[in-house]
């Protein structure tokens, strides 16, 4: 794919085709973007359960035509029960990265379609909740292909995902589907829940009867979450931060997410003044912009009220311009560093008003937990298994605490009036591979969907890596990869279209109307227009 999708009446990107056209179609039948969106993020909880779930967290940008954008920050707590003792008494020196125990804190993502749907300027209401649900019930229950990605995940994972309640019996059964490629998937169980969703409304799954089949489940099973940590979730609105890049405003999550660090490292490389894209001075600049962005990310970010200080702090002119002075322009600073794994899906919508989303839904690992709750289908992440059990841990477990996140929806407002979400999944790669997109398109020029098509680079590791090196696409010139090499990075490299370096995906709306979109080659999905 060469070319930008085009339309000017609503444009949808997503990793998976049909969550694309499934929030196409709400568009068409006169959904605001923000209904889309939800749309979308239910059909591909379906669809792409091995990166994403209604167990999981998520996060909006929603810009209305003429505003800046707001968040949404549906991250879920810790249960107040999760404590270190709790793991302790029970034989655990950590916290486990499956199973009932690795389930310790609230699922979001669903609080965060309740909240986005009721922001004043989400466009909601013109569809009932029932039509934005009904795609994903239908596939759930009717079962959807098992894509090549996830049968492969799949069956390297299987060990350890065998083993947590409900996996097997959901995503393997009798002709252990999830494992093979064109093998159809079914989750009645999910579906079930979906369908009452859409009937007794979004609210259900915290504080209505989903909420206490759920609780008894993860009661039963082993959890640390009991109903009260449910009915007591509410997702939050949040301010963006931002930060001004030549002719854009960028804006990002604020923390406990990482989109302070996909801020710095554009505004550090921007600072560099390189003039040409795609050569060394492009990748080595925003390569070490990455390392300074990093360590500052890693010795501030975490839920906010346990911060040292403001993460707008960060993102000063004085702060950048120093970042930017300590890189080498020919040489590569010391690497390697412990970054964090992460499994997710960004996507993005435009609506024939020109509403703009940016949005993201994660369970942090492959399947997240791994379990499976028998009474609802609900798949839950293990986000919390970030958390350490040790007091002096910078992620120190403590009831209703939320946990650090990679996820970071990204979104851009040109001075022109271009609007433009952008995101991918990825774990440590999410800023970086922002980064690629958006200097590409904004710094020099490259049509949308050749600057994610074009080859990517990933510092450190991502889902389903374990090495801290410079990742390469094969694709990059041979002469790109020797001068790195020779300026001190560790270099490894990849097939040409390799799913570690993420599934992104953009869309542009132009002031007068006119959309272009964009999806990665390396997912399942692509654009749809209407």
Request: glycine share 12%; net charge negative.
């Amino acid at each position: 794919m060469i070319n930008d999708t085009l339309g000017n009446r609503g444009i949808v990107t997503a990793p998976h085709h049909l969550a694309a056209d499934a929030g196409r179609d709400v568009l068409r039948d006169g959904g605001s973007a923000v209904e889309a969106m939800v749309a979308a993020a239910a059909v591909i909880a379906v669809v792409y359960p091995h990166m994403n779930a209604i167990g999981g967290d998520g996060f909006w940008l929603i810009a209305e035509p003429g505003q800046p954008p707001t968040g949404v920050d549906a991250c879920g707590p810790a249960a107040a029960a999760a404590t270190p003792q709790w793991y302790r008494q029970r034989g655990m020196t950590e916290i486990p990265a499956r199973g009932a125990a690795a389930a310790l804190t609230v699922p979001g993502t669903i609080g965060g379609w309740i909240k986005a749907l009721q922001s004043p300027g989400s466009g909601a209401g013109r569809l009932p909740l029932w039509r934005l649900l009904e795609p994903a019930v239908e596939l759930a229950r009717r079962g959807v292909p098992v894509t090549r990605g996830q049968a492969n995940l799949t069956r390297q994972k299987l060990e350890a995902l065998d083993v947590a309640p409900g996996f097997a019996e959901t995503f393997l059964g009798q002709t252990a589907a999830a494992t093979h490629a064109g093998a159809s998937l079914v989750q009645p169980g999910l579906a079930d829940t979906l369908e009452h969703l859409g009937r007794a409304g979004l609210d259900d799954f915290y504080r209505g009867d989903v909420a206490k089949t759920m609780a008894d489940d993860l009661q039963r099973l082993g959890s640390p979450l009991v109903f009260e940590d449910l009915a007591a979730f509410q997702a939050l609105e949040v301010d963006p931060l931002s930060l001004k890049i030549g002719h854009a405003r960028l804006y990002n999550m604020p923390p406990p997410t990482q989109g302070l660090a996909s801020l710095m490292i554009l505004g550090i490389f921007e600072r560099l003044g390189v003039n040409t894209g795609e050569g060394f001075a492009h990748v080595h600049g925003l390569v070490e912009a990455t390392k300074q962005a990093f360590r500052v990310r890693d010795e501030v970010v975490t839920d906010p009220r346990w911060m040292s200080r403001p993460a707008g702090e960060c993102l000063t002119a004085k702060r950048l311009d120093a970042a930017a002075k300590a890189i080498d322009r020919q040489t590569a600073a010391p690497w390697p560093y412990p970054p964090a794994d992460g499994d997710t899906v960004w996507m993005g919508a435009v609506d024939a008003q020109g509403r703009s989303v940016s949005f993201i839904q994660s369970i942090y690992w492959e399947y997240g937990s791994g379990v499976v709750l028998p009474g609802s289908g609900v798949l839950m992440q293990n986000r919390g298994m970030s958390f350490g059990l040790d007091a002096n841990h910078p992620q120190a477990l403590a009831p209703g605490r939320r946990p650090f996140h990679t996820l970071n929806p990204a979104m851009a407002i040109f001075d022109d009036g271009r609007r433009m979400p952008y995101g991918t999944m990825g774990g440590e790669g999410q800023p970086q591979t922002q980064a690629a997109i958006f200097s590409r398109y904004a710094f020099y020029e490259m049509p949308l969907q050749q600057a994610i098509s074009a080859p990517r680079w990933l510092l450190g590791r991502t889902w389903g890596e374990r090495t801290t090196s410079l990742k390469l696409e094969s694709r990059l010139p041979e002469s790109l990869m020797t001068a790195l090499r020779d300026a001190g990075h560790e270099v490894e490299t990849l097939g040409a279209y390799d799913s570690t370096m993420g599934h992104a995906g953009a869309i542009v709306a132009h002031p007068d109307g006119y959309q272009a979109g964009a999806a990665d080659p390396r997912s399942d999905g692509h654009v749809a227009a209407v």
